[in-house]
Structures are given as structure tokens and as C-alpha cells.
């Protein structure tokens, strides 16, 4: 897991909204913890495996109406007893964000808030 945060591309921003998560087998909701261009984090006790393709709907301040993200699960963090701080959860990453409005909403959204920054 360490190793996929450490390749980040893009700056993360924190955000929390409850999401709707659904894969061929699944649907749940949980709750994004922070978002990028490229992808967001899922909070969640019961992430899907890496690999998976999911579909997330979410609301972002900067456009009217619900973002849809054809996505793929990219890495997992499962709860720890051990660090109990450390959120569960799954980063995935956008194939395709729909309506095409969507990139554009999500960029303006991030460009307005202050990056979240990770410790060494």
C-alpha cells in the first residue's frame, strides 16, 4: 500500500461525502475521505480486492448534479488493530467520470482547497 501512495501523481484534497459504491457482485455505501483527479480513497471496513472494477456516484460543490466514476480498485487497507487511526478502506483509481463536466468540477474543487499532505 505504501508503495501505490508513494507514486501519487496529482494533489489530494480532503473531502468527506457519503458515496454509492457498486461492482458486479456488491453495492454499499461509504464515505470518500479524499479525492484527486486521478482517483479518490473509499472509507470502508469491507473494501473490494485490487483489480476490481467499481462504479461510484458522489456529489462535488463545484457542478450541480452526481458525478459517476467507472473506476478500479487500486490499492486496499484493511483495519489493523494495531493502528487504529489508519482508516480501512480502498483507493481507486477514474477509468471514466461522467458527465463530461465531471474532470473539469473535480479540478476547480481541488484547486479551491488546501492539499492534504502524507508523513514519511
Given at each position: 500500500m505504501e508503495q501505490e501512495e508513494q507514486r501519487r501523481t496529482s494533489?489530494?484534497?480532503?473531502?468527506?461525502?457519503?458515496?454509492?459504491?457498486?461492482?458486479?457482485d456488491n453495492f454499499f455505501t461509504g464515505f470518500i475521505r479524499?479525492?484527486?483527479?486521478?482517483?479518490?480513497?473509499v472509507a470502508t471496513h469491507d473494501p473490494l480486492d485490487v483489480?476490481?472494477?467499481?462504479?461510484?456516484?458522489?456529489t462535488v460543490p463545484t457542478m450541480e448534479g452526481e458525478v459517476t466514476a467507472h473506476s478500479i480498485v487500486r490499492w486496499v487497507r484493511p483495519y489493523d488493530e494495531r493502528m487504529p487511526d489508519a482508516i480501512p478502506g480502498m483507493g481507486v483509481q477514474?477509468?471514466?467520470l461522467?458527465?463530461?463536466?465531471a474532470t473539469e468540477a473535480i479540478n476547480r474543487f481541488i484547486q479551491e482547497r488546501e492539499p492534504e499532505f502524507y508523513e514519511d
Open positions: 494533489p489530494r484534497v480532503m473531502y468527506e461525502i457519503e458515496v454509492g459504491v457498486r461492482s458486479d479524499n479525492i484527486s483527479e486521478g482517483g479518490l480513497f483489480g476490481s472494477e467499481v462504479t461510484i456516484k458522489f477514474f477509468v471514466t461522467l458527465p463530461d463536466t
